[in-house]
């Protein structure tokens, strides 16, 4: 049991576990190439992994602004 604000309330807390992990498997001057896994295990719900990827292209803008005023 525990206690919320509307009174006692039967049954578990939920609590969670997780692992995981993170790579960049692609890291130079132009290129970054970001992974990353994670499984997790509530106590109140099935398990289920998080798979992500992230990538960045770097490109160098060149480029000229003037203003004359009045």
Request: glycine content about 12%; cysteine-free.
């Amino acid at each position: 049991m525990y206690l919320v604000s509307s009174g006692l309330v039967n049954g578990e807390l939920p609590l969670f576990f997780r692992i995981g992990v993170g790579l960049k498997p692609l890291l130079t001057d132009m290129h970054r190439l970001i992974l990353a896994i994670d499984a997790v295990h509530p106590n109140n719900n099935s398990e289920y992994v998080n798979i992500g990827a992230q990538y960045e292209l770097k490109l160098a803008g060149q480029g000229s602004f003037t203003f004359e005023g009045l």
